[in-house]
């Protein structure tokens, strides 16, 4: 066997619906500006299946960002992503976002015409592990191989194979050498074929990056 199957929300059955794959749940719940990989999965205490309306907020659609998930990357219960629109206009003497409320104030300026934030995609690269109660701010982009420490909130992009922990989230640590990383990533093992990922295992959790070109 080559591992579960990717096209089903509950990997472990049914009967234990404490983790979700995403992109199938995303596909039973369209969202236009939310892409997923497969095998990439949510944790939850409660109910995995609320992930897109819980975890991902603020995400009303007026920035035209998108919040992007890697293919392998496992979510924590609690991990949140705030989107771009939880951002008020900064630009002027106030924040408050008159429109939004209509009643005569959508008149003076449509929500169209405030001010937007200018933060960006939310964008978590391959085999990144968000740990519990983690929150990643707008704009932020996790690189892969990244791991995010519990309650970390991140507010600056995260670079490939490090590990962020505390308020703001700073570097703790990079997982290898600057040569070893550039080497995963041009191996890219998450595009793999999945027996040949499977072949891999003992070297994806136990070996060297060098192992894999056997592999």
């Known amino acids: 066997m080559n591992g579960p199957d990717p096209a089903l929300v509950f990997p472990f059955g049914k009967n234990a619906k404490h983790t979700a794959f995403l992109k199938p749940l995303l596909e039973s719940k369209p969202t236009p500006n939310v892409r997923v990989g497969e095998y990439s999965y949510y944790s939850d205490f409660d109910d995995p299946t ?8 603020y995400n009303f659609g ?5 919040l992007v998930i890697g293919k ?3 979510i924590a219960h609690g991990a949140t992503f705030v989107m ?14 008159f429109p939004v409320f209509g009643n005569g104030w959508a008149d003076e300026m449509p929500v169209e015409k405030m001010p937007a934030s200018d933060k960006g995609d939310i964008v978590l690269g391959h085999d990144v592990w968000i740990g519990y109660e983690a929150m990643i701010l707008p704009g932020v982009k996790v690189g892969t191989g990244a ?3 519990a309650r970390a909130v991140v507010a600056k992009d995260v670079p490939p194979y490090s590990v962020v922990v505390g308020n703001p989230a700073r570097v703790a640590k990079r997982r290898f050498d600057e040569a070893t990383v550039e080497k995963l990533l041009a191996l890219a093992w998450w595009d793999w074929p999945i027996d040949r990922i499977t072949r891999a295992i003992p070297s ?7 192992d894999l070109l056997a592999c």
């Open 204 to 210: 994806l959790l136990a070996g060297k990056a060098d």
């Open 72 to 74: 392998f990357c496992a």
């Open 50 to 57: 609320r992930f897109f309306d819980r975890n991902v907020r």
């Open 84 to 97: 771009a629109d939880a951002n008020h206009p900064s630009v002027g003497p106030s924040t408050f976002p």
């Open 62 to 66: 007026i920035s035209g960002a998108e």
């Open 147 to 149: 791991i995010v420490g």
